[in-house]
């Protein structure tokens, strides 16, 4: 469910992860990393029309989990199997999406 009503709020949300997010460097490690991109990827899919957006998030997770590694960027145990399975099945889902769109 999105976090309010209206898109202006949605924006703004977006715009405040995004910026905590480039407060980390690739040499640094955010603890809730995964989690951050999720919750942006959340507020964009939301959005109508925004793949290009998503996409972009996607790919920059996908190079965090790179720099930091699969603990360190889901969380250990259950959690991070949790988180791992929410990125697998969400980046599904927009491949199907963009694809069906294209149609």
Known sequence: MPLGNSLQNDYSCAAALCSGLSLYSSGQ?????GVV?????LLL???SNKHNDILKHFKSAQKRLQDVGYEKF???GSKGER????FSGA????AMECDSEQD
Do not use: D, H
Not at 37 to 41: G, S
Not at 83 to 86: L, P
Not at 91 to 94: C, D, H, P
């Open 91 to 94: 980046s599904w889902n927009q």
């Open 29 to 33: 490690i955010m603890a809730t990393g």
């Open 45 to 47: 899919v939301y959005e």
């Open 74 to 76: 889901f969380g250990a």
């Open 37 to 41: 991109f999720r919750n942006l990827i």
């Open 83 to 86: 988180e791992a399975k929410w």
